[in-house]
């Protein structure tokens, strides 16, 4: 009998902290129809000063195990996607294992950029395929704000903070995961880069000083790239899964530019009602993106039992990969959730003090 991966729990966290591009604008020098015009972002949340890492994925891992019903103690394995853990060592997943208990629960972390959700995906699903676990949560969490210039106009403006998880869950019912790619391509590992904090530049007075330990990015040439690769890695899943775009009924793109997401719509004649979009209120979340992007479109009433959903991710590295689904829960379960209305908190349009 085949095991299939089933998603049965979806949640998302996302700081109350909100940044307009107003704000922005006290701080560097740019304008909200400049950010807007060239990226599609209004807005992002900036964790607060005592929100971690682990934090904002226990937030939304908590709706997540809400919504399917599941005790942490029943957690087989938590992957965490994250280039912004807490610490180098410790991994992020343990502490979250620990935090949630799921005290038999084993737990590693994942960096492939803002493709990550998608590789721990991958991972979960092998996982439960082989049937080695049956319950693995999988997060994608950032708080990029701590790593960017705020002085520097081409990469502050892009990003935010937030984490959005899932469930996967053993079942002998059809659907659920269908299909995968991922792909890397070395030879654009400094077209986004934090140059210093690693082995090859260790973290010092002069690294410091000279802000290498803040994401850097050559954007028009990552654009190019991006724009192409995501086609090509929604293609490669479809294939793995038997589909053409045709057959998809909802597409979840990574939340990093609107040009590009608009890009691959044009390339492959996707009509907007199949687009789901939100990167205006969170900018580019990184591995948090497709997750809070996903969880969104089921609360918004864009997913319902037996759609086909293709979720393709872009990132650092180069990165990319994609992801056929085969819906199977009711987006229902998550209004009769306990607790899985209150993690998205009530905004608060301050400047963020991480930022002053």
Request: hydrophobic share 45%; with cysteine.
């Amino acid at each position: 009998m085949t095991t299939n991966a089933l998603i049965t729990g979806w949640g998302m966290y996302a700081p109350s902290h909100v940044m307009t591009n107003d704000d922005l604008a006290k701080l560097v020098d740019t304008n909200d129809e400049w950010i807007v015009t060239r990226t599609g972002i209004r807005e992002r949340r900036i964790a607060a000063d005592d929100e971690t890492t682990t934090m904002l994925s226990v937030n939304a891992a908590r709706d997540a195990l809400a919504v399917a019903g599941l005790d942490p103690a029943e957690l087989d394995l938590v992957i965490v996607a994250t280039c912004t853990p807490d610490y180098p060592l410790p991994a992020t997943s343990v502490l979250v294992a620990s935090e949630l208990g799921a005290t038999r629960a084993a737990g590693f972390d994942l960096q492939a950029a803002c493709s990550g959700f998608l590789y721990g995906l991958a991972s979960g699903t092998s996982f439960v395929r082989s049937g080695m676990y049956r319950n693995v949560l999988v997060i994608g969490v950032e708080i990029l704000s701590r790593f960017l210039d705020w002085s520097d106009r081409s990469t502050c403006v892009l990003f935010g903070d937030g984490a959005g998880a899932v469930l996967l869950q053993a079942s002998d019912q059809p659907g659920g995961m269908l299909g995968f790619d991922l792909f890397s391509d070395g030879g654009g590992c400094e077209a986004i880069i934090v140059p210093a904090g690693g082995s090859i530049n260790p973290a010092s007075h002069a690294t410091v000083d000279a802000r290498q330990h803040t994401i850097k990015m050559l954007g028009s040439e990552v654009y190019k790239y991006a724009t192409r690769q995501m086609g090509e890695s929604a293609l490669a899943a479809l294939r793995s899964a038997g589909m053409t775009v045709d057959d998809v009924d909802q597409f979840v793109f990574h939340q990093a530019n609107l040009r590009i997401i608009h890009s691959v719509q044009k390339q492959f004649g996707i009509p907007d009602e199949k687009t789901f979009v939100n990167i205006e209120k969170y900018g580019n979340t990184s591995a948090a993106s497709v997750p809070m992007a996903l969880v969104e479109a089921i609360a918004s009433d864009r997913v319902k039992p037996g759609d086909r959903i293709l979720m393709v991710a872009f990132g650092a590295g180069y990165t990319a990969g994609g992801a056929v689904i085969e819906w199977t829960a009711d987006p229902s379960r998550a209004l009769l959730a306990p607790g899985s209305q209150t993690r998205l908190g009530e905004p608060q349009r301050t400047l963020a003090d991480a930022a002053v």
